[in-house]
């Protein structure tokens, strides 16, 4: 079983859209939660990073974890055409080793 | 401000051949990590310094062996390339192992 698990999409919203990405993780000790967006042929960047468990706004983002349930999640209000990216979840219990999700491929139709 | 600089952006290798993947930051972080990145398979950690003079494995270490230069700069080299190193390979830093990751633009590296 992977430690994390990712629906891949690809996802297709029209612009101002909210859209929901999610992740399932395996093991209930982690608590290091982040996502990434990658554009593509370009490196990963961290849109929001978590510690244990609640949510986390910052602008159009917010990023929530339910450790009850093993599953974070990362919503988009209003979105854009410059959000079509890959994002990608990562997870880990000691923030030495992050395990992250194969990224799901988001396009925001104008 | 330059971040996280890989080189060579991209290569192409005969299987057996060997090379290194060159990787230098300027924010002045302690960790570093060396990535690669499959078709379905997401980023997978290859290798990982978490301070200058310490390198540990990831969880794809096999075929692959890292030194940690100096604390801006380490290296990721392949003894004996195979084709199924063909990936994407990013370095990355962060100022310590439980904060942000900055990653570098990638090396696509295709093994004939």
């Known amino acids: 079983q992977k430690e994390v698990e990712q629906d891949p999409g690809p996802l297709s919203v029209p612009e101002g859209a909210i859209v929901s990405l999610n992740c399932t993780y395996s093991?209930?000790?982690?608590?290091?939660f982040m996502w990434y967006r990658q554009y593509s042929r370009k490196g990963p960047e961290l849109l929001m990073y978590?510690?244990?468990?609640g949510n986390k706004e910052d602008g159009r983002f917010t990023a929530q974890v339910d450790k009850s349930s093993k599953y974070i999640s990362l919503f988009i209000r209003d979105s854009q055409p410059s959000d079509s990216a890959t994002y990608l979840c990562?997870?880990?219990?000691?923030?030495?080793?992050?395990?992250f999700g194969t990224g799901t491929s988001l396009t925001v139709i104008p | 401000n330059a971040g996280v600089t890989q080189t060579p952006k991209f290569q192409v290798l005969k299987t057996g051949q060997s090379m290194t993947l060159q990787c230098a930051q300027d924010?002045?972080?302690?960790?570093m990590y060396w990535y690669r990145q499959d078709p379905g398979m997401g980023l997978r950690l290859i290798y990982y310094?978490?301070?200058?003079?310490?390198?540990d494995k990831g969880e794809v270490p096999n075929g692959y062996n890292v030194s940690r230069l100096n604390k801006r700069e380490f290296s990721l080299r392949l003894e004996s390339a195979a084709p199924s190193q063909t990936s994407v390979y990013f370095c990355?830093?962060?100022?310590?192992?439980?904060?942000?990751?900055?990653f570098g633009q990638g090396t696509r590296l295709t093994v004939v």
């Open positions: 990562a997870i880990s219990n000691t923030g030495n080793q992050f395990y």
């Open positions: 093991n209930s000790a982690f608590q290091y």
């Open positions: 978590t510690y244990s468990s």
């Open positions: 924010m002045n972080h302690n960790s």
């Open positions: 310094s978490a301070s200058e003079g310490t390198t």
């Open positions: 990355a830093s962060s100022m310590s192992p439980d904060t942000e990751a900055f």
